[in-house]
Structures are given as C-alpha cells and as structure tokens.
C-alpha cells in the first residue's frame, strides 16, 4: 500500500468513527471532565462508542503505515480532507445548518489546505530518527495539560435553561492538541529505529494512547453539547497544525527549500488560523436562554 493511499483510508475510517461518536454521544447522559470515572466507564460501556473507536484505531494504525511513507506535509492536507465527507455526514444524517459566516470559514480552511499542499515541493525520502524522551515531553506535557485543566475547571457548571449554548470552538481546540499529540507520537512511531515488539520500550505507544484518550473524551463532551461540523472543523485544524508545526521541527523534516513555498506555508497557517477565529462563539441556530 503506498502512503498516500494509506493516509486516504485512515482518514476514512478517522472520520467514519468520528460520526458514530456522535450518535453515541446524543443518546449519552450529560458527561463531565471533571467525573473522570462516570466519564470512562460510561463510554467504555457503550458498545456504539467502542464501535466507533474500533474503526478510529484503525484509521491510527494506517496513519503509521502513511507516515512511514511520506512526509508530514504530504500526508497533513490528505488527512485534513476528511472533512468533506464529514460535514456531508453532519448535514445529510445529523440534520445541522451552517451560517453564512460558518460556510466562510470552512472555504477559508479549503484555501488553507491548498496553499499548504502547494508548498509541499520536493520532499526528500523518509528515514529512521530517534528523539531524546526529554525533546518528546517537552512538546506533549503542555498540549496535554492545558486541554485537561481547561476541560476540568471550565466544565464544572450544571446545564441550565439561562445558558448560551456554545458553537464548540473551546471543545475543538481542547480535544484538537491532545489528538495532535497522539499523531506526533505515531510520527515517531513510524520513522522510529525500533522493530516489532521493541516499540513498547520507546514513549511513543504510551503516549499515543493517553494522549488519544483524552483528545476522544473530550471530542464526546463537545459532539454532546454542539454541533459536530464545528467541533470536528476545529478539533482537525488544531490538530493537523500542531503536527505539521511541530512534528516538522521534532523530526527534522524540512521545511520549503525556496521564500515562495515558504509564504505558501505560512499564509496557509495564517488563513486557517483567521478560519477558526471567525466560527462564532455560540450556536446561532440554539433557542436564546429562556425560550
């Protein structure tokens, strides 16, 4: 299977798995960060949200193989695609309507995708790397314990008929760093010098586990509570950035070899920034507090 087609179906069984955790998480009872407990055992026992995870582990399994194959920004914009089908998902089978401003920003995500898949270039050939645990934790302890203590703190008011109900850009972000560290460390995972079994003794696995655990739960609370186009929008923009950002500079893979590609580049993290700034706040389709 060559990388690129590896990249393609990962990303549909990401996406495909992501839609089903919605279903799971409208039939859920109101789920908090801050009843770590009730949080786990309920998702753990809901046999459609395990269904669902099945096929998102298999979609991170194929992303081992693609980003064995080819680079990060190769492999970023083809796994950002997904949202296509995804908001087709969302808005066919989950019955949800973007705003004019809403529909600006995802064309703004678009163009942020092309800009960066036309800086690509000519990337060199893949190759085996090996980085200092001290390098890994430095760039995944924060991603991990910022979204955890936004989540633990900002979640701990009971719903009420006076609140506004968000847009989901907070649950986005928050569940977006966590997933974007568990890819970083399946990047190290597949160029890593380790064979078979070796992985275990590398922080790769682990950290992909629990990084992937606390992005996914974080994803129900916000699929729960908002509109999965928004949230998926913004949780895959966060994540895939902080990837391709930091992945790049983790791995040694370099950047554009020419200031043209270079702009490219930047102006394409420039534009899906502006993108996500631009969702509203609050669900403009939610009735105002009190109705």
Same mark, same amino acid.
């Not at 009872?29 to 298999?58: K, M, Q, T, Y």
């Given at each position: 299977? #060559? ?17 089903? $955790?919605? !279903? ?27 269904? /669902? ?40 089978? $989950? ?5 004019? &401003?809403?529909?600006?920003? %995802?064309? %703004? ?5 092309? %800009? ?22 430095? !760039? ?7 979204? $955890?203590?936004?989540?633990?703190? /900002? ?8 609140? &506004?109900?968000?847009? +989901? ?7 977006? %760093?966590? !997933? ?7 990047? +190290? ?6 064979? +078979? ?33 928004? *949230? ?5 923009? #966060? ?8 992945? #790049? ?12 590609? *270079?702009?490219?580049?930047?102006? +394409? ?20 507090? /009190?109705?």
């Amino acid at each position: 299977m #060559t990388g690129a087609l590896a990249a393609f179906a990962a990303t549909a069984l990401y996406y495909l798995g992501f839609a089903i $955790f919605k !279903v799971a998480a409208d039939r859920a009872e109101p789920l908090r960060v801050n009843r770590i407990l009730h949080l786990v055992w309920h998702v753990l026992s809901d046999w459609i949200f395990l269904a /669902g995870l099945c096929l998102v582990l298999g979609g991170l399994s194929l992303q081992i193989v693609a980003l064995s194959k080819v680079p990060l920004s190769v492999a970023v914009p083809i796994f950002v695609s997904g949202l296509v089908p995804l908001l087709v998902i969302a808005v066919v089978f $989950f019955g949800e309507r973007l705003t004019l &401003r809403e529909w600006i920003s %995802l064309l %703004l995500i678009a163009a942020a995708i092309l %800009l960066i898949a036309l800086s690509i270039g000519s990337p060199p050939p893949i190759k085996a790397i090996s980085v200092a645990p001290w390098k890994l934790a430095a !760039v995944v302890v924060p991603a991990l314990a910022l979204p $955890f203590l936004v989540m633990l703190f /900002g979640d701990h008011r009971p719903d009420g008929r006076h609140a &506004r109900r968000v847009s +989901g850009i907070a649950y986005g972000i928050s569940a977006g %760093l966590p !997933v974007g560290c568990a890819e970083l460390a399946i990047k +190290g995972w597949s160029v890593s010098h380790a064979h +078979g079994l070796e992985i275990l003794h590398t922080p790769y696995p682990y950290v992909t586990v629990l990084a992937a655990a606390l992005g996914f739960g974080i994803l129900q609370l916000g699929f729960q509570r908002a509109r999965v186009s928004i *949230v998926a929008t913004v949780m895959t923009i #966060t994540a895939k950035t902080y990837l391709l950002l930091v992945g #790049t500079m983790l791995y040694g893979e370099p950047w554009p070899d020419d200031r043209g590609r *270079v702009a490219l580049r930047v102006l +394409g993290f420039g534009v899906a920034a502006t993108a996500v700034l631009l969702f509203p706040r609050h669900d403009p389709h939610a009735p105002e507090p /009190g109705d």
